[in-house]
T-cell receptor, first 112, second 115 residues
């Protein structure tokens, strides 16, 4: 079945540093891919998504490109802020198209 | 517009007891999904309801059940609690029935601790 693997954390950065969180997937076909973010004490929020190969999702300075050649959907941001500290989850739709499958999550900690 | 609300936010139960968690979706949303989040297994899909019908179910034992009411509010029940059921239970609602096109909005979760 479909699955997603993302890099282990925690990732610790200084403010204004460049961020990359790696995510690779295994899937039948080309399912939609997502990045969700979970701030402390809150539920998950959709950060961005891409629905087909070569699509780029972007939001709040974050970007991710759906790359079928490398089966990847890496999350990037050019300059992180303290307020970006959170847990980031890569996800895709299961083979049946009925639910999301999440990666284990990557904790990002940004210090000033 | 109010977001997804879940009650209670925290619960402490003992092994063998049962528990009911509640989820109120965003107004107008008809689909409700439930996920279990644990440090070891991460986020796992439990089940999904649309218009009072369970359409999809994850790989969980029959002790986990749920239902959806006509106002789209949903409850999930766990019977005969085990220590391993300790987790954050997240509810997500979406406007329509498609995971592909309909964004899922998550609530803050209910933290269940089983002693």
């Amino acid at each position: 079945g479909n699955s997603v693997t993302q890099m282990e954390g925690p990732v610790t950065l200084s403010e204004e540093a460049f961020l990359t969180i790696n995510c690779t997937y295994t899937a039948t076909g080309y399912p939609s891919l997502f990045w969700y973010v979970q701030y402390p004490g809150e539920g998950l929020q959709l950060l961005l998504k891409a629905t087909k190969a070569d699509d780029k999702g972007s939001n709040k300075g974050f970007e991710a490109t759906y790359r079928k050649e490398t089966t990847s959907f890496h999350l990037e941001k050019g300059s992180v802020q303290v307020s970006d500290s959170a847990v980031y989850f890569c996800a895709l739709i299961n083979q049946a198209g009925t639910a999301l499958i999440f990666g284990k999550g990557t904790t990002l900690s940004v210090s000033s | 517009k109010a977001g997804v609300t879940q009650t209670p936010r925290y619960l402490i139960k003992t092994r063998g007891q049962q528990v009911t968690l509640s989820c109120s979706p965003i107004s107008g949303h008809r689909s409700v999904s439930w996920y279990q989040q644990t440090p070891g297994q991460g986020l796992q899909f439990l089940f999904e309801y649309f218009s009072e019908t369970q359409r999809n179910k994850g790989n969980f034992p029959g002790r986990f059940s749920g239902r959806q009411f006509s106002n789209s509010r949903s409850e999930m029940n766990v019977s005969t609690l085990e220590l391993g059921d300790s987790a954050l239970y997240l509810c997500a609602s979406s406007l329509g029935a498609s995971v592909v096109t309909d964004t899922q909005y998550f609530g803050p979760g209910t933290r269940l601790t089983v002693l």
